[in-house]
């Protein structure tokens, strides 16, 4: 079987996997990810772990069609539960919703007791994401943005350090921007873009809506993430 291509998306998450690491990745579905770093050579071993047995089948059979069964150990868990006694050292959590991610980190004790190195890329509500990760105490390391046909993805690295230590230094809009810049690797200006128009048509609804005792909260809300935004499109920082 010819090595695994992977799309945009999960190539640059798979680049940002520490080399010779022992990975987790939870919600593996098809495991696409773990065939690939032990194809590239990135790592020698990796759980593939889901919440549900269908899309683990559908791991085994192409784990088994590129004959890394010896290499890959497929794991039925929510979330965490049945992965730490393996002790990855770097942990993957893509594909899933922002709050779903969350919720996975918050119910186990041991992203914060390993500091392991975590790989996470919401499909939504990265701001949520944010947020639990900075008042959880965990620094966030990078983020990378990258476009795949006419969507862009977040992804954010973090680790929970002794000390908190954030990669950026302007910390306005950060749960709903974090740090990304127009320098942000190949698309950061791009992201800033359409996330400004996500911003402005969010405005325009409130602007629409009856009077409420929210009504201008939101108005000040969103009117300072465009400023933010648009501060951040010409400003590195
Ligand atoms: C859309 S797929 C993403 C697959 C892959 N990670 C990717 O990024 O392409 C989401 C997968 O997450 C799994 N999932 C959802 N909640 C989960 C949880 N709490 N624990 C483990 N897996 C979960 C689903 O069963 C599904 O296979």
């Not at 990810?33 to 549900?52: K, Q």
């Not at 770097?90 to 992203?111: F, H, K, Q, V, W």
């Amino acid at each position: 079987m010819a090595q695994i291509n992977l799309p945009k998306r999960l190539s640059a998450i798979s680049q940002l996997v520490e080399k010779g690491s022992l990975v987790a990745d939870i919600g593996t579905d098809h495991a696409l990810l773990p065939i690939s770093l032990v194809e590239s050579g990135i790592c020698e071993r990796v759980i593939a772990s889901d919440i549900a047995i269908g899309p683990l089948q559908s791991a085994s059979k192409n784990i088994s069609a590129h004959d890394l069964g010896g290499k890959i150990a497929t794991v039925l868990s929510d979330g965490l539960e049945n992965v730490t006694e393996f002790e990855p050292q770097n942990i993957i959590i893509a594909g899933m919703g922002g709050e779903t991610i969350r919720d996975i980190l918050a119910a186990s004790a041991y992203p914060k007791a390993s500091n392991a190195l975590l790989i996470l890329q919401p499909m939504t509500h990265s701001e949520l994401l944010r947020r639990f990760l900075i008042e959880s105490g965990y620094s966030i390391l990078s983020e990378t943005v990258v476009r795949e046909q006419h969507r862009f993805y977040v992804i954010i690295t973090a680790r929970f350090l002794n000390e908190q230590k954030h990669y950026f230094k302007n910390d306005s809009a950060v749960f709903e921007l974090g740090g990304i810049t127009s320098e942000t690797n190949e698309c950061g200006g791009e992201y800033l873009l359409w996330q400004k128009g996500v911003f402005e048509k969010n405005l325009t609804q409130i602007e629409k809506s009856a009077p409420s005792d929210d009504k201008n909260r939101l108005l000040e809300y969103f009117s300072a993430l465009i400023r933010e935004t648009e501060r951040r499109m010409t400003q590195n920082t």
